[in-house]
């Protein structure tokens, strides 16, 4: 069976800024179905996928990812006719008695409507006859447990929002998703995170990420019991609850300023305007939120595995991009296996709704799994960009394959203290940089931190770095039960206090540090270069951050990694077998 999955609201943002045409720009991404994605499934194997920000270099979009469509269906040589079954991460018209307010909108926006339309628009026939709507929360939980091959599982998701429920708890097992316990959106932990994060002056459902590091400065006590009055877990029920006043979210479009002045009131400080500057206080509110938003989800899972017995969990939903927290959900006494999706956000619905489709069609489960889904390019399309690119001489570049000399003189460049981006295979669905599209520095380097934030990166000088790590000095470096979530860079680790020196450029202000366990079975061409690191520098580690400055998004296409190289402080470009220098 052929299933094309798929997310996004494509009429969503328009509609928002029709109604807000004044939003501040932290306020834009106040809205449903961002993050559009498509991702192909050829008789239970995923052939490709990808997020359209990826195409269109708008970062998040929510629009009808047609460039990603069909990006999957040219990997699999198909037509739009050949397509069985179209899946969509949202089912708001299983909910529409819940929107009477919405009136022409609910249609235009929400509906399945929208979505037939948009396709209908961009030339596909009979589509109607082929949809099928999932609900949001079911496909972020197929998204994690049919990818994760556990046999059976306890699936969490924990977002925004769905359709009507921000937290949901499922029981898999075989090709079942058994609910046991949902939550409304007026008590949504991913909500009261997204609001803190506008509280700090940063972009709601953008900027969550940047929260997260920042708290790893603060020292939360002055505000922890302040948190703990307006967040707390209910053994009881298994529920997380949230005290918002009366109306506290109302007129959420405008920025929650109901929410903004009941926090102000709560915490005694003020909300801070994107171009305050950053103080203590800020990372002091970010690490009582960060720690609270930690504690409410292990106290949840920890209930729910002793409720069911389970001992893996499966994790989805923008919420669980938080490694912080995953790392303590992944320390759980009773976690014996753990699998978060790497697209835990919305564009990871897109996969969700279509392997939850297969498994009611009783297609065969995928078999493994694996990130690098999105587009790659050949040796002899890069040796025409980089023609075009350095017809003026702003770059020099040579060929030597992906032979031993290429992977041993990135090698020295990093031990050199250079800064080289490194672009191989296919790219990475989901958020983070896994070696595919990345930007790699010494793992000690002098400075490294400011230089990449400063010089290349444009971005906050208190963001912190991940390291890439050859799984067999994992346990030499970091302190970590090394479970799934560590090959995606989805969970922290602590760094080993004796091992301090040799990794300093990625262990962040708290001593942690966001891993990604590179073995060769995932990613043959980044295990080769850190097997070369470990040979001139003692340990296979290098800093991997994401290949694009602040506001890109990842980069895609060989095009955009030329242009992007040029702009910014990078020492060499590596690409598939090519060395690219600045003369």
């Known amino acids: ?35 559009s994605a498509a991702c192909l499934l050829v008789d239970g194997k995923i052939i490709a996928a990808a997020a359209e920000e990826r195409f269109t270099g708008v970062k998040g979009t929510g629009e009808l990812p047609v460039n990603a469509i069909e990006y999957c269906l040219q990997v699999a040589q198909l037509q739009p006719s050949d397509v069985q079954v179209i899946a969509h991460g949202f089912d708001y018209d299983r909910y529409r008695r819940f929107f009477p307010q919405a009136g022409e909108s609910f249609d235009q926006v929400y509906s399945g409507k929208a979505i037939i339309e948009g396709l209908e628009q961009a030339g596909w026939k009979d589509v109607g006859a082929r949809f099928k709507a999932v609900e949001h929360h079911v496909a972020h939980a197929a998204s994690a447990y049919f990818a994760s091959g556990f046999e059976r599982a306890l699936c969490v998701v924990s977002d925004g ?24 959106i007026k008590t949504s932990l991913g909500l009261l995170y997204s609001i803190c994060t506008r509280f700090l002056g940063f972009a709601f459902n953008s900027d969550e990420y940047k929260v997260m590091g920042l708290a790893a400065y603060g020292n939360g006590a002055a505000y922890s019991e302040a948190f703990n009055e307006l967040a707390r877990f209910d053994p009881a029920t298994g529920s997380i609850n949230i005290h918002w006043p009366a109306n506290t979210l109302t007129d959420a479009e405008e920025g929650y300023p109901a929410a903004m002045e009941f926090l102000q009131r709560t915490f005694g400080i003020p909300a801070r305007a994107a171009e305050d500057e950053l103080t203590d206080v800020h990372g002091d509110f970010a690490a009582a939120l ?12 920890a209930h729910w595995l002793e409720r069911t017995g389970e001992t893996a969990v499966c994790l989805a939903g923008g919420s669980f991009l938080n490694c912080k927290a995953n790392e303590a959900l992944c320390n759980l006494p009773a976690v014996e296996q753990a699998f978060v999706q790497p697209a835990a956000g919305d564009d990871g619905t897109a996969m969700g709704a279509a392997l939850y489709h297969a498994a009611q069609a009783g ?31 702003g770059l020099q570049w040579r060929y030597v394959g992906l032979t031993d000399e290429y992977f041993t003189q990135a090698a020295r460049d990093l031990a050199d203290d250079k800064i080289i981006a490194w672009f191989h295979g296919r790219m990475e669905f989901g958020p983070r940089a896994l070696g595919n599209r990345s930007i790699l520095g010494r793992a000690n380097g ?126 060499t470009l590596y690409m598939e077998g090519f060395i690219v220098w600045k003369p």
């Open 363 to 393: 297609e065969p489960r995928i078999d493994g799994f694996s990130p690098y889904l999105g587009p790659q390019y050949s040796v002899e399309c890069i040796r025409e960009h980089l023609h075009e690119a350095a017809a003026d001489g």
């Open 161 to 184: 929002m769905g359709e009507v429920e921000s937290l949901t708890v499922f029981q898999a097992q075989g090709r079942t998703l058994k609910k046991l316990h949902g939550q409304p």
């Open 1 to 35: 069976m052929i299933i094309l999955g798929i997310s996004g609201l494509p009429n969503a943002q328009r509609a928002r800024h029709e109604r807000c045409p004044q939003a501040l720009e932290i306020d834009e991404r106040i809205c449903q179905g961002l993050d």
């Open 446 to 571: 002098q400075a490294i931190k400011a230089r990449i934030n400063g010089l290349v990166k444009f971005r906050e000088p208190f963001r912190p770095f991940a390291p890439a790590v050859l799984d067999i000095d994992c346990d030499r470096l970091f302190e970590s039960k090394k479970l799934q979530p560590t090959r995606y860079m989805l969970c922290t680790a602590r760094v080993r206090e004796e091992t301090m020196d040799a990794v300093s450029g990625v262990a962040h202000a708290d001593a942690s540090a966001r891993i990604q366990v590179v073995s060769r079975d995932v990613n043959e061409n980044f295990w080769r270069l850190l097997t070369e690191v470990r040979k001139v520098c003692g340990f296979g580690c290098s800093i991997n951050t994401s290949f694009n400055v602040k506001g890109q998004p990842l980069i895609m296409a060989p095009d955009v990694a030329l242009a992007t190289f040029r702009s910014i402080a990078l020492d």
């Open 290 to 301: 960060q720690a609270k938003f930690a504690s409410l989800l292990q106290a949840l899972v």
